[in-house]
């Protein structure tokens, strides 16, 4: 679950960009130093990007992890694993409190119905595929997209980076000279920020973009996002090195269509990634579920 889908290797692996909105993703090593300032910023974002392309194909990694997700109307927690069919989410809480009774029933009839249903779990598979490709898009577009400048240095800490160990911090600005070539990439025309990039592993730590001016859109819908939007995605090293996104806060407002009106306003923190086998199906991921959900709440009871 992070911004492209978890690609996997014990020495590099690809930073799996999502984001945001539409737009649209650290294992211990040594002690390391950012890339020298000799070094273009923007052949930091090449290489970043590079070394994602390249390891695009190498096996997938799956993990089972917990999300908690909250809005002006309250928190949502879901417990989650991936898998090459789809990834399995079943609510386990909300505002804190475990569900009902009913809610409980409710929550595990609807995740079984995609195990009873094989078409629509190919349209959840196809859905899925399809936000990861338009992520892929505007991870690839970094390089062109923005010029760069050096910001500083940071060092990672909790869900950010590998903690205590250094960072590079760049500014992005909008490229005059970009022309995006489809209404995904359009987005990056009026956003500006900062990346942290870890420069020792070509990875992607962090990204806080800002909407300097109204944009246009096309996230699988058509639409215009107002100035003044705002996104942050974090990412850690989990298990072997491999990278997920460990927060995503996303701030924004517009019209889908020009007509109906937009406001995302929510924050997502992910935590207790376990891998899980590459060749788990979607049935087994939902058992694995329930029967942490079953023993969740068998310990609660006994409280």
């Known amino acids: 679950m992070s911004f492209v889908k978890p690609i996997c290797s014990l020495t590099s692996e690809a930073w799996?960009?999502?984001?945001?909105?539409?737009?649209?993703?650290?294992?211990a090593f040594a002690q390391t130093s950012p890339a020298p300032p000799r070094i273009a910023p923007g052949e930091l974002v090449r290489r970043t990007v590079q070394n994602e392309n390249q390891t695009a194909n190498a096996p997938p990694a799956y993990f089972m992890f917990r999300g908690t997700k909250t809005t002006p109307k309250g928190s949502t927690t879901k417990i989650y694993v991936e898998t090459s069919e789809a990834t399995a989410g079943m609510v386990v809480a909300y505002d804190g409190?475990?569900?009902?009774?009913?809610?409980?029933q409710a929550e595990r009839a609807r995740i079984q119905r995609f195990i009873k249903d094989p078409e629509e779990l190919r349209k959840k598979k196809k859905q899925e595929r399809e936000d990861e490709e338009r992520t892929s898009r505007i991870v690839r577009a970094l390089p062109y997209a923005f010029l760069y400048e050096y910001a500083g240095e940071e060092y990672g800490s909790e869900g950010i980076g590998h903690?205590?160990?250094?960072?590079?911090?760049?500014?992005?600005?909008p490229n005059p000279g970009y022309r995006a070539p489809s209404r995904v990439e359009e987005v990056l025309t009026g956003m500006q920020g900062e990346l942290l990039l870890d420069t020792e592993r070509n990875r992607l730590a962090s990204i806080d973009g800002t909407l300097f001016k109204e944009v246009a859109f096309g996230w699988g819908i058509l639409g215009r996002l107002d100035r003044g939007g705002h996104f942050v995605v974090h990412q850690e090293a989990v298990e072997n090195d491999c990278w997920e996104i460990s927060s995503m806060t996303l701030h924004f407002t517009g019209k889908i269509l020009l007509v109906k009106n937009l406001s995302i306003d929510s924050a997502e923190v992910f935590t207790g990634f376990k891998r899980v086998p590459s060749d788990l199906t979607f049935a087994q991921a939902v058992d694995l579920l329930l029967r942490d959900d079953n023993d969740a709440s068998t310990s609660a009871s006994r409280k």
């Open 97 to 104: 409190k475990p569900l009902t009774p009913a809610q409980r």
């Open 163 to 173: 903690p205590g160990e250094p960072l590079v911090k760049l500014r992005f600005r």
């Open 16 to 27: 799996r960009p999502i984001v945001l909105m539409g737009l649209l993703g650290l294992a």
